[in-house]
C-alpha cells in the first residue's frame, strides 16, 4: 500500500481508474461547453479575433427575424417528425412483430435505410424530388397530376424533407417498438379477447398503456434527434432554402461559425438550442413520471 | 587521430543525411493551399516556367469544403505559405490578420500591368493583400436557332448592347408554352445558377441588376448598405428582376438542369468557363455550335462583373520571400500568360490581355467590358456577411417574396454585419 491509501477515509486507487475517463470527458465536454459560453458573450471570429461584449450577441437573436424563422422552422420539424415517425414506427411495428412467414424478410426491407449512410439518403431523394427529371415527378406526369416543386417550392420543402428523414429512420424505433411489444404478456390479450375487447380496445387498454415507457424513450431520442442532428439533409438537399425554409438551427449555426466565421453568435444560438432541448427533455421525463405515478 | 576525427565527421554526415538533414542543398519549399478545379497542372506549368516547379508543394480540398477548410487551418495554424483566395474574400481574411501585405515584395510599376477591376480587388485598406490568377467577366449567352426563329439579331459589340427593356421582349419573344400552358422554353436565366442555390456565383451574377439600373451594394467607403442596396433604384432592379420570374413568365423558378444546353433556356448570363464545359461535358451541343454570345443588357448604367480567384501570402508563412518568389511565378507576367492561355481564363494583367489572341466572341466582348464596364463585388472585411443576404434576396424575390421586405432584412443583416 502507498502512503496516500492509508490515509483515514481516503483511497485513490478508483480516482487512479476513473482519471482517463474524466480527463476525456474534461477536454472534450466540459472545457469546450464552458468556452462557448464565454464565447456566447464575445463578438468572435473563427480565425482568433476575440472581444467580449457581454450579451449583444443574444440582443441580436432575440431580435434577428432569420432566427426566428430558423427556430419555427426546426420546431416544426421536431413536432412532425416526433408524431408522424412514431406512429409509423409503433404502427408497422404491431404489423410486423408477428413470427407470420414473411414479416421477417419485412422487417429486414424496412429497415435497409436504418443502415445506409444519411448523405447517400439525402442524395437519394433529392433525385426522386428533382423537378425536372425525378422519378416522383415522372410518375405524377404519368397519372396527369401536375409537376411539384418539393424541395424547390418554399411551401414543399420542409414537408419533402421530412418525409425522407422519416424514411431513413422509423424502422430503428420500430424494432425498439417490437422489443417493447414482445415483453407484453400474451395472456393479458387472451383474456381481453375471452372477455370479448375488440382489436381497437386491446390496443388502447392493453398494449398503449403497457408501451407507456417505450413510447416515451422513443418520443424522448426523436425529440432531441430531430432537433439537434439534422444537419445532413438540409446540407445535401437544400442548403437552408428555398427562402430559408429548412434552415434548421443546426444548419444556421454551422453557416454562420462556418460560412461567416461568427463563432461568437453561432455559440449564443448554440447555448439558446442546448436550453431549449434540456427543457423539452425535462418536461417530457416528468410528464412520464407523473403517469407512472398515476 | 587525424584519420579518427575524419571518420566521426563522415560518420556525421552520412547518419544526418538520410534525415533530410543535408548540408549542402537548399529545399526549402512553400505549401500553396487551394483546390483541384484551380487548374493545379497550369500552375504547375507556370512555375516550371520560372524554374520554381521544385520550391513549391500543392495541398488541396474539394472546393465546397475549401473556405470552412482555410477558415480552420489559419485558426490551427496549420495553414499553407500561400493561399487561394476569392477576390471579394481579401479583405475578410486581410482584416482578420492572416494575410502578408504585398507592398514590400512587389514592384508597383508591376502592379499597374493589372486591370483596374483586379487592382481595386486586390487593394484593401490601403495595403495590396493578394495577386490575381486571373480575372472574369460574364456575356449573356444566346441560343442561335432560337434567336433566328424569333428574328432577333444579337448584339456583338459593347455600343450596342441591348438595354434591359430589350432584353425583357426578347425573353418574351423566346419564351414558349405547350397546348397545356406550360412553358416549354424559357426566355432568359438571369443568374449563374437557379434560384433555390446559395453559392457565390448568383451574387457575381445577380448584383448586376442592381448595377443596370444604377443601385449599389454598399456606400463607396463600404461602411452602410442603408440608402445604396435600399435605395429606390436598387428596389426598382429587384422589382424589374421578379418580373421576369413572376409576372412575364419568361425565367424559371423552378431548377432546370443543363437548362441552356438541352435548349429550354434561350439566354443565360454565366461566364466564357462554360466553353470548356459544354466541350468536355456537352460535346454534341459544344460541336452543333448553336450558342452565340452578346455583351451584358444595360439599364442607365452599363456594368459587368469581375473578380476571381488569387493568391495570397500567409501571415504565418516562415519563406515570405520564397512564397512571394512562387507567387510571383504564377501570377507575374510570364507565368499568367503560361497559366491563361493553357486555362482559357482571363488575364487579369493588360499586358497578357494584350499578348492573348481575342479575336473571337465571346472573348472580343469581354474584353471591351473588362476594361470599359467591369466592376468589382464590394471590398469589406464582412463580405461574406453581406453576399449571403444579396443573394437570399434576389432568390426571395425571384420566388415571389414582396421587395420591401426582402430588402429590409436583408439591409437589416447586412447593417448589423457592417456595425
Given at each position: 500500500?502507498?502512503?496516500?491509501?492509508?490515509?483515514?477515509?481516503?483511497?485513490?486507487?478508483?480516482?487512479?481508474?476513473?482519471?482517463?475517463?474524466?480527463?476525456?470527458?474534461?477536454?472534450?465536454?466540459?472545457?469546450?461547453?464552458?468556452?462557448?459560453?464565454?464565447?456566447?458573450l464575445c463578438r468572435a471570429s473563427i480565425m482568433g479575433k476575440i472581444a467580449f461584449t457581454g450579451m449583444d450577441n443574444?440582443?441580436?437573436?432575440?431580435?434577428?427575424?432569420?432566427?426566428?424563422?430558423?427556430?419555427?422552422?426546426?420546431?416544426?420539424?421536431?413536432?412532425?417528425?416526433?408524431?408522424?415517425?412514431?406512429?409509423?414506427?409503433?404502427?408497422?411495428?404491431?404489423?410486423?412483430?408477428?413470427?407470420?412467414?414473411?414479416?421477417?424478410?419485412?422487417?429486414?426491407?424496412?429497415?435497409?435505410?436504418?443502415?445506409?449512410?444519411?448523405?447517400?439518403?439525402?442524395?437519394?431523394?433529392?433525385?426522386?424530388?428533382?423537378?425536372?427529371?425525378?422519378?416522383?415527378?415522372?410518375?405524377?406526369?404519368?397519372?396527369?397530376?401536375?409537376?411539384?416543386?418539393?424541395?424547390?417550392?418554399?411551401?414543399?420543402?420542409?414537408?419533402?424533407?421530412?418525409?425522407?428523414?422519416?424514411?431513413?429512420?422509423?424502422?430503428?424505433?420500430?424494432?425498439?417498438?417490437?422489443?417493447?411489444?414482445?415483453?407484453?404478456?400474451?395472456?393479458?390479450?387472451?383474456?381481453?379477447?375471452?372477455?370479448?375487447?375488440?382489436?381497437?380496445?386491446?390496443?388502447?387498454?392493453?398494449?398503449?398503456?403497457?408501451?407507456?415507457?417505450?413510447?416515451?424513450?422513443?418520443?424522448?431520442?426523436?425529440?432531441?434527434?430531430?432537433?439537434?442532428?439534422?444537419?445532413?439533409?438540409?446540407?445535401?438537399?437544400?442548403?437552408?432554402?428555398p427562402r430559408g425554409r429548412t434552415d434548421l438551427l443546426v444548419y444556421f449555426i454551422w453557416r454562420t461559425a462556418f460560412r461567416l466565421g461568427d463563432i461568437g453568435y453561432a455559440s449564443a444560438v448554440a447555448m439558446l438550442m442546448f436550453v431549449f432541448v434540456l427543457v423539452i427533455n425535462l418536461v417530457q421525463l416528468k410528464i412520464g413520471e407523473v403517469h407512472d405515478a398515476h | 587521430m587525424k584519420a579518427k576525427w575524419f571518420k566521426w565527421v563522415l560518420s556525421l554526415v552520412l547518419v544526418l543525411s538520410p534525415l533530410g538533414l543535408n548540408l549542402f542543398a537548399d529545399n526549402a519549399k512553400v505549401i500553396i493551399d487551394t483546390f483541384p478545379d484551380l487548374f493545379i497542372d497550369q500552375m504547375i506549368h507556370a512555375l516550371q516556367k520560372a524554374g520554381l516547379a521544385d520550391k513549391a508543394e500543392i495541398r488541396?480540398?474539394?472546393?465546397?469544403?475549401?473556405?470552412?477548410?482555410?477558415?480552420?487551418?489559419?485558426?490551427?495554424?496549420?495553414?499553407?505559405?500561400?493561399?487561394?483566395?476569392?477576390?471579394?474574400?481579401?479583405?475578410?481574411?486581410?482584416?482578420?490578420?492572416?494575410?502578408?501585405?504585398?507592398?514590400?515584395?512587389?514592384?508597383?510599376?508591376?502592379?499597374?500591368?493589372l486591370v483596374g477591376s483586379a487592382r481595386s480587388a486586390m487593394t484593401w485598406n490601403g495595403k495590396i493583400w493578394a495577386a490575381p490568377l486571373n480575372e472574369s467577366n460574364c456575356v449573356l449567352w444566346y441560343n442561335k436557332d432560337m434567336f433566328k426563329a424569333a428574328k432577333l439579331t444579337a448584339p456583338t459589340k459593347l455600343s450596342e448592347a441591348w438595354t434591359v427593356d430589350q432584353l425583357l421582349q426578347a425573353a418574351i419573344k423566346l419564351t414558349k408554352k405547350d397546348s397545356s400552358g406550360k412553358t416549354t422554353v424559357y426566355g432568359i436565366l438571369p443568374q449563374m445558377f437557379s434560384s433555390d442555390t446559395r453559392n457565390e456565383g448568383m451574387s457575381y451574377t445577380q448584383m448586376l441588376w442592381t448595377w443596370w439600373f444604377g443601385g449599389d451594394i454598399l456606400s463607396k467607403d463600404g461602411k452602410t448598405a442603408k440608402g445604396y442596396f435600399d435605395s429606390p433604384a436598387s428596389k426598382q432592379a429587384l422589382h424589374f428582376y421578379q418580373d421576369l420570374f413572376q409576372k412575364y413568365g419568361v425565367a424559371p423558378a423552378v431548377p432546370i438542369s443543363g437548362g441552356f444546353e438541352a435548349e429550354r433556356i434561350a439566354m443565360w448570363i454565366t461566364g466564357p468557363w462554360m466553353i470548356g464545359e459544354w466541350k468536355n461535358h456537352f460535346p454534341d451541343f459544344y460541336k452543333a455550335n448553336k450558342w452565340g454570345a452578346m455583351p451584358l443588357p444595360k439599364g442607365v448604367a452599363a456594368a459587368s462583373n469581375s473578380g476571381s480567384w488569387n493568391l495570397a501570402i500567409s501571415r504565418q508563412s516562415k519563406n515570405k520571400q520564397l512564397a512571394w518568389q512562387v507567387v510571383q511565378g504564377i501570377t507575374g507576367k510570364d507565368g499568367a500568360y503560361v497559366y491563361c492561355s493553357e486555362t482559357g481564363n482571363l488575364p487579369a494583367r493588360q499586358s497578357v490581355l494584350d499578348k492573348t489572341d481575342m479575336s473571337k466572341p465571346p472573348f472580343t466582348i469581354i474584353k471591351e467590358q473588362l476594361v470599359q464596364s467591369a466592376r468589382c463585388r464590394p471590398v469589406t472585411p464582412v463580405y461574406p456577411q453581406i453576399t449571403y443576404p444579396l443573394m437570399d434576396c434576389f432568390n426571395a424575390v425571384a420566388l415571389g417574396e414582396a421587395v420591401d421586405k426582402a430588402v429590409s432584412d436583408a439591409v437589416g443583416k447586412m447593417e448589423r454585419a457592417l456595425k
Open positions: 500500500m502507498t502512503p496516500l491509501t492509508r490515509r483515514r477515509g481516503w483511497i485513490a486507487t478508483p480516482y487512479v481508474f476513473l482519471a482517463p475517463a474524466l480527463v476525456i470527458i474534461f477536454v472534450f465536454i466540459i472545457y469546450p461547453g464552458v468556452n462557448m459560453i464565454y464565447l456566447s443574444y440582443v441580436t437573436l432575440f431580435t434577428s427575424s432569420d432566427f426566428y424563422s430558423s427556430l419555427t422552422a426546426s420546431i416544426t420539424f421536431m413536432i412532425v417528425v416526433v408524431v408522424a415517425q412514431t406512429s409509423i414506427a409503433l404502427a408497422v411495428a404491431l404489423i410486423v412483430q408477428s413470427e407470420r412467414k414473411g414479416m421477417g424478410a419485412l422487417r429486414t426491407l424496412f429497415f435497409i435505410p436504418v443502415v445506409l449512410s444519411f448523405v447517400v439518403v439525402a442524395f437519394l431523394w433529392k433525385f426522386l424530388y428533382n423537378p425536372d427529371f425525378g422519378l416522383i415527378n415522372a410518375l405524377f406526369g404519368a397519372l396527369s397530376i401536375a409537376r411539384q416543386g418539393f424541395l424547390s417550392d418554399p411551401n414543399q420543402a420542409l414537408g419533402s424533407m421530412i418525409v425522407a428523414c422519416i424514411w431513413k429512420s422509423f424502422a430503428f424505433f420500430m424494432m425498439i417498438f417490437i422489443a417493447g411489444l414482445k415483453e407484453i404478456p400474451n395472456e393479458l390479450y387472451e383474456a381481453a379477447h375471452l372477455d370479448g375487447a375488440k382489436p381497437a380496445q386491446r390496443l388502447r387498454f392493453i398494449t398503449l398503456p403497457l408501451l407507456r415507457r417505450t413510447i416515451l424513450f422513443v418520443v424522448v431520442i426523436t425529440t432531441m434527434d430531430s432537433f439537434i442532428k439534422v444537419f445532413t439533409p438540409v446540407f445535401v438537399m437544400t442548403d437552408g432554402g | 488541396t480540398v474539394p472546393q465546397n469544403q475549401y473556405e470552412s477548410k482555410l477558415k480552420l487551418t489559419i485558426a490551427s495554424g496549420d495553414v499553407g505559405d500561400v493561399i487561394c483566395m476569392d477576390a471579394p474574400n481579401i479583405a475578410y481574411y486581410a482584416d482578420a490578420g492572416a494575410l502578408e501585405p504585398l507592398e514590400a515584395y512587389w514592384d508597383k510599376g508591376d502592379f499597374n500591368d
